[in-house]
């Protein structure tokens, strides 16, 4: 089992920046790879970025060249560095990983930008 704790989201003005942090605990051995997903009101929850163990990483082409993925190198810690946010990425953000098939979940920060 994952424990993740995310912190880091709050208000923001449009073109400002935020850093979120996912703190991970537990079985964090054999995590395959860390994820951000996004999910905003009346929306399904979707990928935002995701970071491999090999370095890897892959993002959403709403936010490419926006937001980094990072994560420390145990893999007890995942960052999305958010930079010229705009008020579409008003959402609840999650973080995620996945273990031997098995998804963890956190329970989530809140990101809102003001126009």
């Known amino acids: 089992q994952v424990r993740l704790v995310e912190s880091g989201g709050g208000l923001v003005q449009a073109g400002g920046s935020l850093r979120l942090s996912c703190a991970a605990s537990?079985?964090?051995?054999?995590?395959?790879?860390m994820s951000w997903y996004c999910q905003a009101p009346g929306k399904q929850r979707e990928l935002v970025a995701r970071?491999?163990?090999?370095?890897?990483?892959n993002y959403a082409d709403s936010v490419k060249g926006r937001f980094t993925i990072s994560r420390t190198r145990a893999k007890d810690a995942v960052y999305l560095q958010m930079n010229s946010l705009k008020p579409e990425d008003t959402a609840v953000y999650y973080c995620?990983?996945?273990?031997?098939?098995?998804?963890?979940w956190g329970q989530g920060t809140q990101v809102t930008v003001s126009s």
């Open positions: 537990g079985n964090i051995g054999n995590i395959n790879r």
């Open positions: 970071i491999f163990s090999s370095g890897f990483t």
């Open positions: 995620n990983t996945n273990t031997l098939g098995v998804d963890s």
